[in-house]
């Protein structure tokens, strides 16, 4: 489109986010109105896309960082034919696609936004994905408000994306001077923000955002920047082209009050369509396959279950040329750095940045790829609002925490997880898992392989008798029965560390006459509850335990199983409810509580 043509396609733009505002009472057109030209300019001059083929592998990608402006996304949608005018109107309604955030019920968003400082994140693991491992030319575009320049993501995706020369991602700064309620931090300073961002080793172009023809030049000076990734700097105005709105407080996120006479203000409606430029044609990479062939552990032994996940990791890499690691600068603890050493095109060092990791794992499995993330079980709860916006996006990840509860020992609490069951189990549609042996362990990381949305692992820092053998299945949402009589008077329930516990419980409490069931719950998300109830039935009393906080983890798990209105057993519940300091591993779990003569005592005065 020549400049007179954009211009009209900017104001096209901006009347559709009105329209779309208006019909739902509801939305940010003021937000979207500020980025119309910008994305005017991007779409029918510099995009390469085929809305026909949202698949295609050439394609370019766009994020909304600033998911807010949705309205302005669906407006591009509909300039580019793929979304009718009777649907825009449909935004923010029941059963709608438009959604007030943009998510993947839409084929052509890759990823949920609208939790600001996660687009560029992720942004930066769609390059890394271009560059490193499907080596397509495709680009990647990423829309940000000033607002989430605040964030400290944010920061994160600009070091790693200027440490890596991400020469295919751009990302445009919608400086339009007014967050939600005044002023942003730096308002119209561009060169603030140039300094900032060039520091991390990027190419920026500062530029007024509604001037199309330097706009043009801004992409097109963008797409021909080698070796560093490039940020246009755009000076624009909130709600431009309404006087009534145009940079005034008060107006974020809601509909103009006279949206008839603001159509008018910008020239009426408009029905202009884009031919977006085809992506070139180009094919998936390969991803070869082989057997699987997972490492396997002599029952009587010991072993690290984070020893056991990152041989069984390497394996599958062998097997699976899908698979990529990401890993948080603890690649020696969390061991996969053994991963690293078999396959380093397919591992990805994030440092210590964990909202960067998480994020740029959910761009790369946008494209197909199945990413495994690991860090100390403690510091994903940095990360927990970008697993969290992953489940939005319907995203499939193995998330891996390792180092988790008091038996790491001496470290002290600064290190242990013991918030993470409860994190990952609240999280949508998620799989929590917690081995207490390496063959376990190793079947259980290949299961995620294949598990829908998010997958957790939790391993644990010490080694830990083996005592299932490699040819043993654990199905997720399983459980093992490691212990049983037809006279057993109280079930222990246990998961990882606690599993060995108490099974030298049960032993005390033979010696004292009393049976006991053991339990391994490895399964906590989905939990098995045929087993938990027929236990509960059989015995009448149980202790669950567990190297975690009383809230949400594995008492939680087995509680909820007996809440659907039947029996409910006599139940004791013993986990970390002190702040441990540093001590042994014993010491540790004997002041918690929770370790075999704490798990006896409870039993029996339970059952008595």
């Not at 998330?399 to 001496?410: D, F, K, R």
């Not at 829908?452 to 391993?459: D, E, N, W």
């Given at each position: 489109m020549d400049h007179r043509q954009l211009r009209e396609l900017g104001q096209q733009l901006r009347v559709d986010a009105v329209r779309a505002a208006d019909a739902a009472g509801s939305g940010h057109p003021t937000s979207s109105m500020s980025a119309a030209d910008l994305m005017a300019v991007l779409l029918a001059n510099h995009l390469h896309y085929s809305f026909d083929r949202p698949e295609h592998p050439g394609n370019d990608h766009l994020i909304f960082s600033k998911g807010h402006a949705s309205p302005l996304l669906y407006a591009l949608f509909k300039a580019a034919g793929a979304v009718p005018d009777g649907e825009l109107l449909s935004f923010r309604k029941l059963g709608s696609r438009l959604e007030g955030h943009p998510t993947p019920r839409l084929p052509w968003v890759d990823v949920a936004t609208g939790s600001l400082g996660q687009g560029l994140p992720v942004g930066v693991g769609l390059a890394l994905a271009g560059k490193r491992l499907d080596r397509l030319p495709y680009r990647v575009w990423v829309l940000l408000g000033d607002s989430e320049l605040a964030e400290g993501s944010v920061w994160e995706a600009f070091e790693q994306a200027g440490h890596d020369r991400l020469d295919n991602l751009t990302a445009v700064l919608d400086i339009n001077r007014l967050g939600q309620r005044g002023p942003t931090r730096h308002e119209w300073d561009l060169d603030a923000y140039s300094r900032r961002v060039q520091a991390f080793g990027w190419h920026t172009v500062e530029v007024d955002g509604h001037d199309i023809a330097a706009v043009d030049q801004a992409f097109a000076e963008a797409r021909s920047t080698a070796l560093r990734p490039t940020a246009i700097i755009a000076r624009t105005k909130k709600g431009r082209g309404v006087a009534a709105v145009e940079d005034r407080e008060g107006f974020h996120g809601k509909p103009l009050p006279d949206a008839a006479g603001a159509i008018e203000e910008l020239g009426g409606l408009r029905d202009l369509h884009v031919e977006v430029h085809a992506?070139?044609?180009?094919?998936?990479?390969?991803?070869?396959?082989?057997?699987?062939?997972?490492?396997?552990?002599?029952?009587?032994?010991?072993?690290?279950?984070?020893?056991?996940?990152?041989?069984?990791?390497?394996?599958?890499?062998?097997?699976?040329?899908?698979?990529?690691?990401?890993?948080?600068?603890?690649?020696?603890?969390?061991?996969?750095?053994?991963?690293?050493?078999?396959?380093?095109?397919?591992?990805?060092?994030?440092?210590?940045?964990?909202?960067?990791?998480?994020?740029?794992?959910?761009?790369?499995?946008?494209?197909?790829?199945?990413?495994?993330?690991?860090?100390?079980?403690?510091?994903?709860?940095?990360?927990?609002?970008?697993?969290?916006?992953?489940?939005?996006?319907?995203?499939?990840?193995?998330?891996?925490?390792?180092?988790?509860?008091?038996?790491?020992?001496?470290?002290?609490?600064?290190?242990?997880?013991?918030?993470?069951?409860?994190?990952?189990?609240?999280?949508?549609?998620?799989?929590?898992?917690?081995?207490?042996?390496?063959?376990?362990?190793?079947?259980?990381?290949?299961?995620?392989?294949?598990?829908?949305?998010?997958?957790?692992?939790?391993?644990?820092?010490?080694?830990?008798?083996?005592?299932?053998?490699?040819?043993?299945?654990?199905?997720?949402?399983?459980?093992?029965?490691?212990?049983?009589?037809?006279?057993?008077?109280?079930?222990?329930?246990?998961?990882?560390?606690?599993?060995?516990?108490?099974?030298?419980?049960?032993?005390?409490?033979?010696?004292?006459?009393?049976?006991?069931?053991?339990?391994?719950?490895?399964?906590?998300?989905?939990?098995d509850t045929a087993t938990l109830r027929a236990a509960a039935e059989d015995t009448g009393c149980v202790v669950t335990v567990e190297d975690h906080h009383p809230e949400g983890g594995l008492g939680d798990a087995v509680a909820e199983a007996y809440a659907d209105g039947g029996p409910v057993p006599r139940l004791t519940r013993l986990a970390v409810r002190t702040q441990p300091g540093s001590s042994t591993p014993e010491q540790q779990l004997h002041a918690a509580e929770i370790d075999a003569a704490a798990i006896a005592s409870a039993a029996r005065e339970l059952v008595a």
């Open positions: 992506p070139p044609e180009v094919h998936e990479p390969e991803r070869p396959t082989a057997a699987l062939r997972l490492p396997r552990y002599d029952v009587g032994g010991k072993a690290a279950t984070r020893d056991a996940y990152g041989r069984a990791l390497a394996a599958l890499g062998t097997a699976r040329g899908d698979v990529v690691v990401l890993d948080g600068e603890v690649g020696d603890s969390t061991r996969a750095q053994l991963f690293a050493e078999d396959h380093p095109d397919r591992y990805f060092e994030c440092y210590i940045a964990e909202q960067q990791m998480v994020a740029a794992a959910v761009g790369m499995q946008a494209r197909g790829w199945v990413p495994y993330v690991a860090t100390f079980a403690a510091f994903l709860t940095r990360a927990h609002d970008f697993l969290r916006m992953a489940s939005v996006s319907r995203a499939r990840l193995a998330v891996a925490g390792s180092h988790a509860g008091v038996s790491i020992g001496e470290d002290g609490p600064s290190q242990m997880g013991l918030e993470d069951l409860a994190m990952l189990r609240s999280i949508h549609g998620s799989t929590v898992l917690y081995p207490c042996d390496a063959n376990q362990t190793v079947h259980l990381v290949a299961a995620l392989a294949d598990c829908p949305g998010i997958g957790y692992l939790r391993t644990t820092r010490g080694k830990t008798p083996v005592i299932y053998g490699p040819a043993e299945r654990f199905p997720i949402g399983g459980s093992k029965v490691l212990r049983s009589s037809d006279e057993d008077r109280v079930t222990l329930v246990a998961a990882g560390v606690t599993v060995h516990e108490a099974l030298a419980a049960a032993g005390r409490l033979a010696e004292d006459g009393i049976p006991a069931r053991v339990v391994d719950l490895y399964s906590l998300k989905p939990a």
